[in-house]
Every structure is written in structure tokens, then in C-alpha cells.
Antibody, heavy 119, light 107 residues
Framework: QVQLQESGPGLVKPSETLSLTCTVS????????WSWIRQSPGKGLEWIGY???????DYNPSLKSRVTISVDTSKNQLSLSLTSMTAADTAIYYC?????????????WGQGILVTVSS | DIQMTQSPSSLSASVADRVTITCRAS??????LNWYQQKPGKAPKVLIY???SLQTGVPSRFSGSGSGTDFTLTISSLQPEDFATYYC?????????FGQGTRLDIK
């Protein structure tokens, strides 16, 4: 059973860049799509973007100018970078595996990491 | 973006009740519709994918139906562990979008 674990700072100052890592264990990162999703009281669940193990990415247009998702297959990790953080980016951030077999769904999720934007 | 609207937003029910939650898409998503259950402090967990396919390990009291723009999640006989928040999600096109959630609590 694949397991995902997010890591990174829980507190970020306004205008700074958020950097999060998701470590995948119990399975290989190769040949899969991996997404970042966030959840805040105000906006509910919001898909941030995905990356395939080959490096192909797709981002939510609402965040595209500030987001970069990358993958390190040698470490079985994916990363999220979100620039110019504001209070509106305060949320729980999840990584998830996307299954892509005729249908598309997220079958494994990390536990999530709460990120607060505050000075 | 495709907007997903769930109804009701909240629902009170009793153990053994049959419950139906509805999800409507602002445009057709074919059958690219998933349902998730989320309990407090936990990540969402997939129940149904492809509108009607039961995820491995999910009890058969959960079922999904629909296509195009209108979908339903049915719980045939509520169990105590089913009280949670439920979300629909479309994966027909990016950006993937979620419904606002339906909170199911004990009457």
C-alpha cells in the first residue's frame, strides 16, 4: 500500500515562498501522476496541479503564475513551490496519487500539512 | 472551470437510514465523477470513481450513479462510521474541481 507524507514549514511569512515535499513510500513514483491539493475553510478543496513522473505538469490557472511542481524519482519525492504567499494561501496542503486507468481519481492521499501565512 | 454543486449542504440522518446526496456539474463531465468521504482531521478517502465504480475495500452500501451533469451518491443503510463530509469531484478536464461538500451528521 503506497503511503504519502508531506513535510515542510507550518508557518510562512507574507510574500515568501512556500516549499513542500511529499515523500512516497511502499511504491514507486514512476509511471504515475501526482497531485497537490489544498483545503481551506473559505475555498474548500482546490486542486493545485499535477506532475507525471516524466516531468509533464498541469497547473490550476488560478495559481499557475505562482506554482511549480517538480519530481525527484531517485528520492521518490515530489515538491511544491508556491511564491508570493498571502493569508489567502493559508490551508492544509495534501499530496495525492492520481490513478489514470480510463478514469481519473485520487486513490492515495498524504495526511496533509497545515500551512499558515502570518508575519 | 467546471463548477460542481452539491445538495444538500448538510443533512441529518439516523443509523440504518437510506441517504442520497446529489452533485450537479455546470457542464457535462461524462462519467468522470468521483466521490470522497472526509472525517475531521483526516484526508479525503475515495469511495466511488467513474461515477459508479466502487473503490476496492469500500463497503457495498455505498453506490454512485449518473452521467453528464447529474450524479448521486447513495448510502443504503447508514452506519455510525459513515457520519462525515462527502465531496464530489470532476476529473473530466483540468482544473479538476470539487463540490463544496455535504456534511452528514447524526439526527
Amino acid at each position: 500500500q503506497v503511503q504519502l507524507q508531506e513535510s515542510g514549514p507550518g508557518l510562512v511569512k507574507p510574500s515568501e515562498t512556500l516549499s513542500l515535499t511529499c515523500t512516497v513510500s511502499g511504491g514507486f513514483i514512476n509511471n504515475n501522476y501526482w497531485s497537490w491539493i489544498r483545503q481551506s475553510p473559505g475555498k474548500g478543496l482546490e486542486w493545485i496541479g499535477y506532475i507525471h513522473s516524466t516531468g509533464n505538469t498541469d497547473y490550476n490557472p488560478s495559481l499557475k503564475s505562482r506554482v511549480t511542481i517538480s519530481v525527484d524519482t531517485s528520492k521518490n519525492q515530489l515538491s511544491l513551490s508556491l511564491t508570493s504567499m498571502t493569508a489567502a494561501d493559508t490551508a492544509i496542503y495534501y499530496c495525492a496519487r492520481e490513478r489514470n486507468w480510463n478514469q481519473v481519481w485520487f486513490d492515495s492521499w498524504g495526511q496533509g500539512i497545515l500551512v499558515t501565512v502570518s508575519s | 472551470d467546471i463548477q460542481m454543486t452539491q445538495s444538500p449542504s448538510s443533512l441529518s440522518a439516523s443509523v440504518a437510514d437510506r441517504v442520497t446526496i446529489t452533485c450537479r456539474a455546470s457542464q457535462s463531465v461524462s462519467d468522470y465523477l468521483n466521490w470522497y468521504q472526509q472525517k475531521p482531521g483526516k484526508a479525503p478517502k475515495v469511495l466511488i470513481y467513474g461515477a459508479s465504480s466502487l473503490q476496492t475495500g469500500v463497503p457495498s452500501r455505498f453506490s454512485g450513479s449518473g452521467s453528464g451533469t447529474d450524479f448521486t451518491l447513495t448510502i443504503s443503510s447508514l452506519q455510525p462510521e459513515d457520519f462525515a463530509t462527502y465531496y464530489c469531484q470532476q476529473t473530466y478536464t483540468t482544473p479538476y474541481t470539487f463540490g463544496q461538500g455535504t456534511r452528514l451528521d447524526i439526527k
